[in-house]
Nanobody
Framework: VQLQASGGGLVQPGGSLRLSCVASGSIFSINLMGWYRQAPGKQRGLVANITSGGGINYADSVKGRFTISRNNARRTMYLQMNSLNPEDTAVYSC?????????WGKGTQVTVSS
């Protein structure tokens, strides 16, 4: 499984971005996909994840501002990020899980600054 994240960039506080993660390769039976982020000097943490059945989980810090979704036909997962603030600045990476295996894509930088 290969994952490719895109959509990061520089945005002003209060702005929005949409991240995309495209999966390729053998994606059969991937049951969980998610977004993680790592800010400078901090550990990587979960932002949101979504199961193949549509179950969704968000970190408390992004609830009400971020929306995760997936389009299985397009093999793509999205993260719509609204009301961004400087604390959201981080490298965002996408993740997929299948059984005991996990896969990571290269991250995309999100910088929130005026």
């Amino acid at each position: 499984v290969q994952l490719q994240a895109s959509g990061g960039g520089l945005v002003q506080p209060g702005g929005s971005l949409r991240l995309s993660c495209v999966a390729s390769g053998s994606i059969f039976s991937i049951n969980l996909m998610g977004w993680y982020r790592q800010a400078p000097g901090k550990q990587r943490g979960l932002v949101a994840n979504i199961t193949s059945g549509g179950g969704i989980n968000y970190a408390d810090s992004v609830k009400g501002r971020f929306t995760i979704s997936r389009n299985n036909a397009r093999r793509t997962m999205y993260l719509q990020m609204n009301s961004l603030n400087p604390e959201d600045t981080a490298v965002y990476s996408c993740n997929a899980a299948r059984g005991m295996s996990t896969y990571w894509g290269k991250g995309t930088q999100v910088t929130v600054s005026s």
